[in-house]
């Protein structure tokens, strides 16, 4: 069928879409996310269908920005319109829903289906379902890593050694990455970390480093970044690494689900990108932690180090305390403050204790003695701070900052115990959330800062914590949040 | 956020969508798919949230027709926008696809949001999924019947008995309906057939009868041709029975997915919306039909007569030969024509048994005696053909249509028998296939017409079967299939 070309002066921001009326899809037999093929001037272009009463007349085809600018097409062109067969990769897809394990090929082909925008949200829906219902195999997470490497971005960098480290997630600020980088790098080690932003926590490691120096940088810059300093601390989505996996994030987001084999290549598939060759992991668990279960922690655990094996990355993970948040800020200026703390020698304990511990292993891994020690000297003797300065000014921001001009937001809202008491827990869930309440991370200064830590001591009338808000309206809704929820058990 | 409305003149077809503009999606925190409530006047909606670079400007909020309508809002108009928390439908959806059993209540809630437009199509494909990897219960598949009538369009008619039958599909021709109906409504029983017009298949049995009469009536028109002739064959699209199920098929279609429950209940919502309380089900079992797997379609029959029994329907299945067609023309003409051939008295014989011992069937389901020789005595005595000559007129058709007024399309093609040989096999999928290529549903007069069927003797020379169609070009089509593809075994 021939239709006449109707720019609808919309962009999808990304999928091939184009609109036919009711009456010539009941003429073609198509349907509502039916494929079809458009043909002009030697171009042709596959793009789903979206079918409408409105807006499109019949002889009419709707498209979308980026079908028009694919064919090179204006309002009023000529264009031929096809069916199109599905393309395999919906079979494979409907191959594992029913239980079927993928092959490597197969696996490879569903990749680069979804990277090309070859596959509409449903197909995607579908594939995430069969990874979530169908549990992916050893063999199904590393083919899913190498295909996701393969059609994503890679930083280029090649190394024999790159360290990394990585933390699942669930506890608040925990931000170990921020002093683990410094000071593995002062060390002499190269270690390249990508991070996200938040997507439902009141900052990502992004968030909090942004507020001492940018971190969108592109990959040339990051490559100059690495090598005047060792290391970098960015933002993996500036540089689309295993963009695949953005789109199955995506549609897990919807239902909240986080298929075990699709977590594995999420994380491994990134590590493998940026080159990285040592890789600590850690996995906090605990009550409002990601995971609340040591079975599934140590399940995971141990398919890290059986895929890591085959990927030809050592890998080592640890489980560790998730019970509580790990540090005393939680918004991305809180945090970057106690980072700063840490490094200037005074922030908090557990923060400094845990960083240590880390940065101990990851240098063991590479073959170094008594880590712990090692990490220790480097933070005290105050090179880790050097470095951290040198990161910083190399990624664009000033390295002179210090903690005291990191100011937290400027309305404030302390909450006094009522009673002398002792902390019994702190619920990582509900103090993420009345720090993005606060307005946490798009309010940089917003968030919550814990004066006592979970077994600590109360007197009646002291601040158990204190919220900051950049606006007074948010602290109503602070307020609110807070006679309903409890975040601190035992006072 | 108050933004300004754009009409993008474009509707969706159901859902509520509006478009934001990506900087506001980036401040409000709001990804592509998330809800968002917007609020004018007293009024508020909540809907889905696309996400565009072009066409929509930061302070601008597009909104698709349904969405205007529903507000009553025009360009310009100034809206507020919120978050919107998930439905909990969404939870229940997730719960099912983690392997729970969901209890009546839960299923309701699934089916009232689908049917008011709160799902979008990932958050259905979930739903899709989740039955098909984790099978739905009898309790369940009740539940999901009860849901979809109770949310569903009813015919409203009200009877201590009616009758009515269904086949499961995949066997080509097998217009029994078309001489069911007649026969059991001229025996004084009440019989209400709505059927579906064809989605992969050459025709539908509403597709074949809508070659002698309209078949898209809606209920009032339904209910007078039942009071008149006891009978109906309408499209059951027509009335929107069970508009659940609609949303479902159009998921289920797109990685061609028949997940058993939803199957059952497709069916049995069907029937129980339209009243009925004896119903015939015919499982045709043979490699091409649906089912291919005798165990399958055991398993399917068993859990047809428990579900029915739970809802106070009685149900008797059949399960018959699907290993070849049912008659001997493929495509609406060519099927009608064996259909009144056969009230006719000089039909094919397959199709005409086929009928007899159905209608006996179900007439016997009743009480009735000795159906098939009831059935026999009305067919040959020009009883059906009278009761069928009603209905066509009843539902605004010609009465009078004879067997020699329905002729397939000009252009033919004849295979022939290349040996003297015994015919193995007819392939009901491909031979589908082929009357689909030569133009059916689509063309009403085209198709196939076998001139014999499995096991018979045909000489060297001999029309094995001819094709049929009104455009020349497609028999260009179905020469280069047939090149490629076998549809007669053994010759």
């Known amino acids: 069928m021939r239709l006449k070309v109707k720019d609808v002066k919309l962009s999808t921001g990304g999928p091939y879409v184009a609109i036919l009326n009711t009456e010539d899809a009941e003429k073609l037999d198509l349907n509502p996310l039916d494929r079809v093929r458009l043909t002009t001037d ?11 009463k409105k807006g499109i007349k019949p002889g009419q085809i709707g498209l979308f920005e980026e079908v028009l600018k694919a064919l090179k097409l204006r309002n009023n062109n000529l264009i031929n319109v096809y ?19 993928l092959n490597g090929k197969e696996i490879e ?26 549990e992916l195999d050893d063999n199904e997470v590393l083919a899913l890593i190498n295909a996701m490497v393969r059609y994503g971005g890679s930083l280029g960098i090649k ?25 593995v790098a002062a060390a002499g080690y190269t270690i390249i970390k990508t991070s996200s932003r938040s997507i439902t926590s009141p900052s990502g490691t992004s968030d909090t480093m942004e507020v001492l120096s940018p971190v969108a940088l592109n990959r040339d810059k990051i490559k100059k970044v690495v090598k005047k300093t060792n290391a970098c601390m960015v933002w993996g989505g ?75 990355m050592r890998i ?39 960083a240590l511990h880390m940065a101990g292993l990851l240098l063991e891994m590479t073959g170094a003695k008594d880590g712990k020690k090692l990490s220790t000297e480097i933070l005290d003797s105050g090179r880790a701070l050097k470095k ?9 921001g000033n390295p002179n900052i210090t903690p005291d001009r990191l100011v937290p937001g400027r309305h404030r809202y302390d909450v006094c115990a009522e009673k002398d008491c002792i902390i019994r827990g702190i619920n ?8 993005r309440i606060a307005g946490a991370p798009k309010d940089k200064a917003a968030g919550v800062y814990l004066h006592y830590h979970v077994r600590q001591r109360i007197k009646k009338g002291d601040a158990m914590f204190t919220v900051y808000a950049e606006n007074k309206r948010k602290l109503e809704f602070v307020k609110d949040f807070l006679s309903k929820v409890k975040v601190i058990e035992g006072c």
């Open 428 to 435: 990582n869930k509900n103090v993420s959330k009345l720090a």
């Open 388 to 396: 951290m300065r040198q990161i910083i000014k190399a990624q664009g």
């Open 316 to 354: 080592k993970t640890i489980i560790t305390d998730g019970s509580q948040p790990v540090g005393n800020g939680i918004g991305p200026v809180l945090e970057a403050r106690d980072v700063l703390a840490v490094l200037n020698g005074n922030g908090p304990e557990d923060l400094r204790n845990k």
């Open 42 to 52: 030697g171009r042709e272009l596959v793009v789903f269908l979206d079918i409408s």
């Open 159 to 183: 190394q024999k050694m790159i360290l990394d480290k990585h933390c699942i997630g669930g506890v608040a600020n925990n931000r170990t990455t921020m002093l683990v980088v410094p000071i």
């Open 238 to 312: 500036a540089v689309e690494l295993a963009s695949a996996d953005d789109a199955f994030i995506n549609i897990e987001r919807v239902l909240s689900l986080d298929p075990e084999g699709m977590l594995l290549a999420s994380i491994l598939a990134k590590k493998k990108s940026v080159g990285s060759t040592h890789v600590l992991i850690d996995i906090p668990v605990g009550i409002g932690a990601k995971f609340e279960d040591m079975k599934k922690a140590r399940r995971l655990s141990k398919r890290f180090a059986s895929i890591g094996k085959k990927l030809g």
């Open 109 to 134: 082909e569903i990749v680069k289906d979804v990277v090309v925008n070859k596959l509409s949200a449903v197909d995607l829906t579908y594939f995430v379902s069969a990874c979530y219902t169908r």
């Open 83 to 101: 069916h199109q067969k599905k393309p395999e990769s919906i079979y494979l897809i409907r191959k594992k829903l029913s239980g079927d394990k």
